[in-house]
């Protein structure tokens, strides 16, 4: 694929307020998930759970793509229709998780370092056969008074850049996922320090391995104060917070960034976006989404692992994909959280 193919599909998976879906837990991560709601957690009831979003009637209106996990991009639904397949009919770009994980960054047991480059040339190969067009690594960053340390940003951002520089060598776009996570007591100047550090660190390594900006996506936090911290911000103050830390760090070449949600509740996600989307002043690039948590968890309790609710988790997913798609575009008001109900 050229440049200017994997430029095509970048700007694509942003266009109109569209946005990604991460559907790419791993079976442990979904297990947990199925288990707070005593769902059994087999191969084929996370199939279930996964088609019924990949097949919800209205999505590719508000989704452009969907993070799959190598469980799922190998699955089948009951007509034979790998899902991958049944994404592309729909118009929606299949993308793949391919990092290994987050392990403990030797010299630092409080620090994460994402694994997964050995082979991954080849793997990518092989998604790429199966359809995958784009793609996601997940660096971990925690925060304390103490870390992250120098050393856990510089590995990590060197990993992100080495994966991105495979990634379109293979004709994939890659989402490049530096997150440091919301679980902490730290306030939300702190959070803005140290997201600016770890963008910075990023950007610098990318152009270091000669990523095209222009062919990929960046996959960041918001900047919001720990979950523990007793003084929690206004929507407003995010979103200032978060579009300054983006400015000053962030090249407009790259055509968007897709936030994860975090651990963030959907409603508040939403507002964020919407928020930040509403700001006045140079936004360069488009300011959008890749939700995990925040567009699946109501569609996930609507459905409650019960065939007879697939159609309920469709409206919950639905709806939610709506709201997040007009936040995108900073249209969404609290009035659409009323027309589910409706
Ligand atoms: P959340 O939106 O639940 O944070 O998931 C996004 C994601 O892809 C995390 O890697």
Known sequence: MS???LERTAEALVADGKGILAA???????????????????PDTRRTFREMLFTTPDAPAFISGIIMQDETIRQK???????????ARQGITPGIKVDTGAKRLAGSPAES????????????????QMGARFAKWRAVIHITNEIPSVASLRANAHALARYAALCQEEGVVPIVEPEV??????????CEVVTGSMVQATIDALFEQRVCLEGMLLKPNMIIAGDQCPKQSTAQEVALATLRCFRRHVPAAIPGIVFLSGGQDPLTATTHLNEINKLNGPKPWKLNFSFGRALQDEALQAWNGKHNNLEAGQRAFSHRCRCVNAAALGIYTNAMEGELAA
């Open 3 to 5: 440049i200017l193919n």
């Open 113 to 128: 370092i994402t694994e997964g480059l050995d082979g991954l040339r080849d793997r990518l190969k092989e998604y790429h």
């Open 77 to 87: 639904d009951a007509a034979g229709t790998p899902l991958a397949s049944l994404l």
């Open 24 to 42: 790419d837990e791993t079976p442990a991560t979904l297990t947990k998930r199925f288990d707070v709601l005593k769902i059994t957690s087999t």
């Open 181 to 190: 996570l919301m679980d902490g007591s730290h306030s939300i100047e702190r």
